[in-house]
């Protein structure tokens, strides 16, 4: 039987991987997608499951690098189906005191209403916008594409000394717990940066949580937090329907046991089934780097390098999501100025840094900082009028050495322990919007099993495919000497987020591995 044969072959439908199918493609490039579940999407969909009235997104809600990454905006995914929405405000953070911290995307009002909070903060947070004017679309341009970003560097540093030259870069590279404080006089812009520095897994007291708290609270203030009108499973419809426009083909239940591997070449894959799929000029694996080095790829295939620096490959803390379909809104006990669509709890900036030491500690944290979603707040089709389609998500460690807590949770992530958990962090939402509980109507639980059951790549429920900790990044990532797209096997190519520049639906990872797919080919062709 003659096996199938493309200019390359993706392994995953991921968002990284569907990105990379569109990029050859608009190359001229035949490719064949394979997936092993029933659906595109990997940690982009949204389903029915917790109630059929309501649409939860499974993984990923809302996706402002989605908004502000060149790859994703160049392919005009609006012409094929996809409508981005936004909720009053961006991000809200209550305190106990009945107080909230709001970013709305306009600046003007996220600063009139931090300056109310404390005299002289709204003008610091007008200053941090307007520093973030001369270098952020630049910053972010350099983040997402391969290191180092050589053609971004001299718009970056002109922009840099513009904004302030060294001390820019300094406030850039300070830890967000000591930044917000040299920035700020009151809690409320503190709680911003923290709880958006909380959006990766870098401690709070760590060089580089900075940079990301500034990072996710100025796309927060120009792009805004945006979700896919309808659920986030129409970000991966849009690009896998503009793939398949493009002639190319997407295989789902395919499950890629091996990368076939020649001569230290890739020419293929074999799926679980026995079907061998021939790749001519690349191989694109959308998976997770310790799922590939030593596992789809064989150990032996492999330099010895490569499976030492593999064997410490750090892993992001696991996750654990609660949905809940709710008959209204949540009650806050305070109700903000603009309702979020995203919302932190953490009593304060000191409470989110503790959950992060906890967690380094192997401890599963007491009083988690939860990262919450009101989606029908962002898109009213996610649930009939009046009601609300709610998440929430929080970290635990991969390994557990005990319970933070007063509940014996053992860290084992069964049914049981999942239960028990989700009944802490929905006590926190209690605390904070009494008759929480009430309100719901139905509820779903994943933990890191389960996460792991609907999308291999998210090991322990680690959804950024390994620490985002500076040890592990830029040239580190995945592991030291490889850390671009490239791989030691010719013709095969990372392109998950376990690649330059990590988590985030932002597709730079998958774009980068096909860029550099392209340039091989180019390569190859020009020593003829």
């Known amino acids: 039987m003659t096996s199938p044969s493309y200019d390359a072959v993706v392994v995953g439908a991921g968002p990284n991987g569907l990105v990379a199918a569109n990029r050859l493609a608009d190359a001229g490039w035949s490719v064949v997608v394979l997936e092993a579940q029933p659906s595109v999407g990997g940690a982009v969909r949204s389903d029915r499951d917790v109630h059929p009235a309501f649409v939860h997104d499974t993984f990923s809600s809302f996706y402002p690098l989605a908004a502000a990454s060149p790859t994703l905006t160049s392919f005009d995914l609006e012409r ?28 003007e009002v996220t600063a009139g209403l931090l300056e109310g909070q404390h005299a002289g903060d709204g003008d610091a947070w007008l200053a941090l916008c307007a520093t973030w004017d001369r270098i952020g679309s630049q910053l972010v341009e350099g983040l997402l594409t391969p290191f180092p970003p050589v053609r971004v560097l001299p718009r970056l540093a002109l922009g840099l000394r513009r904004a302030g030259g060294l001390g820019t870069v300094r406030s850039l590279l300070t830890p967000v717990e000591s930044l917000g404080r040299q920035l700020f006089g009151g809690v409320h812009p503190r709680l911003l940066l923290a709880g958006n520095a909380g959006h990766a897994d870098i401690p709070l007291d760590a060089p580089g949580s900075g940079l990301m708290g500034t990072l996710m609270s100025m796309l927060g203030q120009t792009v805004g937090f945006p979700v896919p009108e309808g659920g986030a ?33 890739a020419t293929g894959v074999r799926t679980a089934d026995g079907e061998r799929y021939a790749a001519r000029h690349a191989v694109i694996a959308d998976v997770v780097a310790p799922r590939l080095y030593g596992g789809l790829v064989r150990p032996e295939d492999l330099p010895p390098s490569v499976l030492r620096s593999m064997a410490r490959f750090e892993l992001d803390p696991g996750t654990v999501k609660v949905d809940w379909a709710l008959d209204g809104p949540v009650p806050w006990a305070s109700p903000p100025p603009y309702a979020p669509g995203t919302v932190h709890v953490a009593d304060s900036p000191e409470q989110v840094a503790e959950t992060f030491a906890q967690i380094a500690a192997e401890h599963i944290p007491a009083d988690p900082f939860l990262l919450v979603g009101q989606m029908s707040t962002a898109d009213r089709t996610r649930s009939p009028a009046g009601t609300e389609s709610l998440w ?11 319970d933070a807590g007063r509940e014996g949770i053992r860290g084992v992530w069964d049914d049981d322990d999942c239960q028990r958990f989700a ?14 509980g009430s309100k719901i109507l139905a509820r779903r639980v994943l933990g890191p099993r389960q996460l792991e059951e609907r999308d291999a790549n998210l090991v322990g429920g680690a959804i950024n495919g390994g620490t985002a900790q500076l040890h592990q990044q830029l040239v580190f990532r995945p592991v030291p000497g490889w850390g671009r797209a490239e791989t030691p096997i010719r013709g095969l190519f990372l392109g998950s987020a376990s690649a330059h520049p990590g988590g985030g639906v932002h597709g730079a990872c998958g774009n980068n591995a096909a860029r550099a797919a392209l340039a091989h080919r180019r390569l190859r062709l020009g020593r003829r």
Do not use: C, K, N
């Open 80 to 107: 094929h189906g996809l409508h981005w929405r936004h909720a009053p405000a961006v991000l809200g953070h209550p305190l106990p005191d009945g107080s909230w911290a709001l970013l709305h995307r306009d600046r």
């Open 233 to 265: 499973g129409a970000l991966a419809s849009a690009l896998a329907d503009r793939f398949t426009a493009l002639g190319g083909e997407i295989r789902v239940g395919r499950t890629v046991e091996r990368v076939l591997v020649d001569g230290r070449r």
């Open 392 to 402: 929430a998500y929080t970290h635990v460690p991969q390994g557990t050495a005990g």
């Open 423 to 436: 009944d802490r962090m929905q006590a926190r939402l209690e605390r904070l919007a009494p008759g929480f």
